[in-house]
T-cell receptor
Framework: KAGVTQTPRYLIKTRGQQVTLSCSPI?????VSWYQQTPGQGLQFLFE???????NKGNFPGRFSGRQFSNSRSEMNVSTLELGDSALYLC????????????FGQGTRLTVV | QQQVKQSPQSLIVQKGGISIINCAYE??????FPWYQQFPGKGPALLIA?????SEKKEGRFTISFNKSAKQFSLHIMDSQPGDSATYFC????????????FGKGTKLSVIP
């Protein structure tokens, strides 16, 4: 059974640009969550999608957005990139989003220069 | 407000010893407590998880102890091996509404031969 796939693995962007990251969850999983990981702040929740609906959003500015498609694949977008957006962005999938096991992908390492 | 406090920040254990990592939470609505292991360059991998209706759960060399009244839970790694050297994160979530994991800051474990 394939795990959670995130693409691309690495990205380098310039301040002011925008970026789109992709996440393919485990087959049959309908909940996709996104997290930002930095050395200073640790793992912080961005948002969660279930059946194409955003159910919850963390304390991040509106520059961070996402969506989920009918096949459960998800994308997150960051507009007007800032240096502080440099981080490892992780996607996690779970079967029904009700406190069941969540499995993470390898992440996308975003560097903003 | 940090809702899950994890200690210690770093831990050095001799091969064959017991590694103990502690976490405390504030939100009494939390009802699912997983532990994740993360190696450099990888996403967090689910190790073991517990719900508040049990006080202990064991899987191989990994044991979670849970104290609901104290709002604390801990991970014990028995017979620690150099291959266990990684960063460990405790997390918590509540089943209400959506699936959002709140993470501790992490513990970097080094197991020395």
């Amino acid at each position: 059974k394939a795990g959670v796939t995130q693409t691309p693995r690495y990205l380098i962007k310039t301040r002011g640009q925008q970026v789109t990251l992709s996440c393919s969850p485990i087959s049959g999983h309908r909940s996709v969550s996104w997290y930002q990981q930095t050395p200073g702040q640790g793992l912080q929740f961005l948002f969660e999608y279930f059946s194409e609906t955003q159910r919850n959003k963390g304390n991040f500015p509106g520059r961070f957005s996402g969506r989920q498609f009918s096949n459960s694949r998800s994308e997150m977008n960051v507009s007007t990139l800032e240096l502080g957006d440099s981080a490892l962005y992780l996607c996690a999938s779970s079967r029904d989003g009700k406190n069941t096991e969540a499995f993470f992908g390898q992440g996308t390492r975003l560097t903003v220069v | 407000q940090q809702q899950v406090k994890q200690s210690p920040q770093s831990l050095i254990v001799q091969k064959g010893g017991i590694s103990i990592i502690n976490c405390a939470y504030e939100n009494t609505a939390f009802d699912y407590f997983p532990w994740y292991q993360q190696f450099p360059g990888k996403g967090p991998a689910l190790l073991i998880a517990i719900r508040p209706d049990v006080s202990e759960k064991k899987e191989g060399r990994f044991t979670i102890s849970f104290n609901k009244s104290a709002k604390q839970f801990s991970l014990h790694i028995m017979d620690s091996q150099p291959g266990d050297s990684a960063t460990y994160f405790c997390a918590a979530s509540s089943g209400a509404g959506s699936y959002q994991l709140t993470f501790g800051k992490g513990t970097k474990l080094s197991v020395i031969p």
